[in-house]
């Protein structure tokens, strides 16, 4: 069975904001932690079950390989809410208040 995979407006705006802080440090970085991003989602589409509840019973998350990120979703039936994608670095109060 494959997810659908939907990003809620906040994770698209994180992924923006991380795209251009990256991009700022190097040119081509930001391409790659979107392509990074990229590689969860494909994991997300094929198997989100493989990643542990963490969170109010709930809320679960992938940390990237590359980046200190992570990518916090939600299963809802047949599809994947991704609810944020933040530094491991911020406040995850920043996610929290997001649920």
Do not use: C
Request: no cysteine; charged share 30%.
């Amino acid at each position: 069975m494959s997810f659908e995979v939907h990003l809620k407006l906040e994770a698209h705006q994180d992924i923006f904001e991380a795209i251009l802080w990256y991009e700022s440090k190097r040119d081509g970085l930001g391409g790659e932690f979107y392509l990074e991003i990229e590689k969860v989602r494909n994991l997300l589409r094929k198997n989100p079950d493989l990643f542990e509840i963490k969170y109010k019973n709930i809320v679960r998350w992938v940390q990237t390989e590359r980046f200190p990120y992570i990518v916090v979703f939600v299963i809802d039936v047949s599809k994947v809410v991704i609810l944020a994608v933040v530094s491991t670095h911020r406040n995850p109060k920043i996610w929290k208040e997001r649920i």
